[in-house]
Nanobody, 121 residues
Framework: QVQLVESGGGLVQAGGSLRLSCAASGSIFTINAMGWYRQAPGKPRELVAVVFSGTNINYADFVKGRFTISRDSAKNAVYLQMNSLKPEDTAVYYC???????????????WGQGTQVTVSS
């Protein structure tokens, strides 16, 4: 089995910063991509940022240069540095990973439990 654990969420005032961390553990051969999604109450889950194997990175337009995603492949970890936070950033942030568990297995998506980010005005 594979487990993703997020940390780093919390309560901050508008303009503040948070750094989210996610570490994958379990039966992992390789991770093709890791990223962050978020979901606010009553709204669908949306992509925040994703980093693929290599150097390709994709950010949602609403990030506007405020967030930075990074990945430590050796540690099976991904991070999201969030600066200049706005109240509309309030959501549960979920770590996602596309993982190949063995050489003969199929690639599958795994999700963390989520970490709450609350930005007050």
């Amino acid at each position: 089995q594979v487990q993703l654990v997020e940390s780093g969420g919390g309560l901050v005032q508008a303009g503040g910063s948070l750094r989210l961390s996610c570490a994958a553990s379990g039966s992992i051969f390789t991770i093709n991509a890791m990223g962050w999604y978020r979901q606010a109450p009553g709204k669908p889950r949306e992509l925040v940022a994703v980093v693929f194997s290599g150097t390709n990175i994709n950010y949602a337009d609403f990030v506007k240069g405020r967030f930075t995603i990074s990945r430590d492949s050796a540690k099976n970890a991904v991070y999201l540095q969030m600066n200049s936070l706005k109240p509309e950033d309030t959501a549960v942030y979920y770590c996602n990973a596309r993982i190949l568990r063995t050489t003969w297995d199929r690639v599958a998506d795994y999700w963390g439990q989520g970490t709450q980010v609350t930005v007050s005005s």
